[in-house]
């Protein structure tokens, strides 16, 4: 069983940077891909980025590509995703997800654990 933590969010203004964290609690991190979604109130779960179990492929989604970078420390078990130039849109619960299949995919069935998330909300 894997247990998933988000940290990091919080209260930002436009053009400002976030780095939120998720840290699993079972060393078996290093076999999945791991993936972060975002979710805004009225919205559909939304794809920003994954990474493979190696972390040598990273994939990201349309709406925030070029403002985030995923990255993982398999040692730590912990996954993050650097959030640059920060727009009100981007206001959402921030969830992180491991994928069973090991990419990292932008489909949410490949993911067979969820944290919590984080709440990031971007003022101007």
């Known amino acids: 069983q894997v247990q998933l933590v988000e940290s990091g969010g919080g209260l930002v203004q436009t053009g400002d940077s976030l780095r939120l964290s998720c840290v699993a609690s079972?060393?078996?991190?290093?076999?999945?891909?791991m993936g972060w979604f975002r979710q805004a109130p009225g919205k559909e779960r939304e794809y920003v980025a994954g990474?493979?179990?190696?972390?040598?492929?990273?994939y990201y989604g349309t709406s925030m590509k070029g403002r985030v970078t995923i990255s993982r420390d398999n040692a730590k078990n912990t996954v993050y995703l650097q959030m640059n130039n920060l727009e009100r849109e981007d206001t959402a619960v921030y969830y992180c997800g491991a994928d069973y299949k090991g990419w990292g995919a932008s489909t949410e069935s490949s993911y067979e654990y969820w944290g919590q998330g984080t709440q990031v909300t971007v003022s101007s």
């Open positions: 990474i493979s179990w190696t972390g040598d492929n990273k």
């Open positions: 079972v060393s078996a991190f290093s076999s999945y891909g």
